[in-house]
């Protein structure tokens, strides 16, 4: 089983900085993509980034330019860089990963890290 379990969720202010982490374990062979969501109260959960084990990303039009995607393979860890952050940024973001264990294939989530921007 492949575990994801997100840090670095809090309060900031509008125009600070964030910087979430999510790191998987378990029997991994490898992980095609990670990405991070979110989900605000009312509204469906949508993609904000995702990156491959090659470092292609994409993101939400909503945060190009204020947000980066990075992942260090080696740690199987990816992380988010927010910055300029807006009060419509909050939600709770949650870590996608899918691939290889050595079981089967695998699509998981983490729990959850709520990100709040709020004066």
């Known amino acids: 089983q492949v575990q994801l379990v997100e840090s670095g969720g809090g309060l900031v202010q509008p125009g600070g900085s964030l910087r979430l982490s999510c790191a998987a374990s378990?029997?991994?062979?490898?992980?095609?993509?990670m990405g991070w969501y979110r989900q605000a109260p009312g509204k469906q959960r949508e993609l904000v980034a995702a990156i491959t084990s090659g470092g292609r990303s994409n993101y939400a039009d909503s945060v190009k330019g204020r947000f980066t995607i990075s992942r260090d393979n080696a740690k199987e860890t990816v992380y988010l860089q927010m910055n300029s952050l807006k009060p419509e940024d909050t939600a709770v973001y949650y870590c996608?990963?899918?691939?290889?264990?050595?079981?089967?294939?695998?699509?998981?989530w983490g729990q959850g890290t709520q990100v709040t921007v709020s004066s």
């Open positions: 996608n990963g899918y691939g290889r264990s050595s079981v089967s294939r695998f699509d998981s």
């Open positions: 378990g029997s991994i062979l490898s992980i095609d993509v």
